[in-house]
Each structure stands twice: as C-alpha cells, then as structure tokens.
C-alpha cells in the first residue's frame, strides 16, 4: 500500500484556475480516501497534468488518451455531479 503525502496533494489540488478548485479539491476531500490504491495513484497522475489538459478533460472539450485518466476524469465528474452540456 502506498503511502501519499496529504499536505503535497492538497496543495497539488489547488490549481490556477477557479473552475478546476471548485471540481478537483472537493473530491479530493471527500472522496480520496475511499478509492482503491489505483485509483489513488491514478488521481496522482492526474494532478501532474496541466491546468489546460485537465480543464479540456473535465468540462468534456477533449477526452484523454490515457484510458486510466480519462476514467478518474469520470469518476470525478459522476462524484461531484458535474453536469456538463456540450
């Protein structure tokens, strides 16, 4: 099981645009706990991408080509019940 220091996450969930704070760092909050360490470490990797990518990715204007990111990017979504209409 690994390890993840909360301090650096959450200061990796603030990012510098409003709309992805409103979205990444409350399912960080509630919902980090609960997935499983892949989904844990997928959330990682996510955090590491820039602010563009993620904003294209969670407000549906691209999709990612990485299957695992793309589905956190679901999960997010789906969790915070983000309706998106394109």
Do not use: H
Request: aromatic share 10%; net charge negative; proline share 1%.
């Amino acid at each position: 099981m690994a390890e993840y220091d909360k301090l650096r996450l959450e200061w990796d969930c603030r990012r510098g645009m409003l709309e992805l704070d409103k979205i990444i760092m409350p399912f960080y909050l509630e919902q980090f706990d609960n997935l499983t360490e892949t989904q844990k470490a997928t959330f990682v990797r996510l955090l590491a991408c820039t602010d563009l990518q993620l904003f294209s990715w969670l407000f549906k204007r691209a999709r990612a080509s990485d299957t695992e990111l793309q589905q956190m990017v679901d999960l997010i979504l789906e969790k915070q019940g983000v309706v998106i209409n394109n």
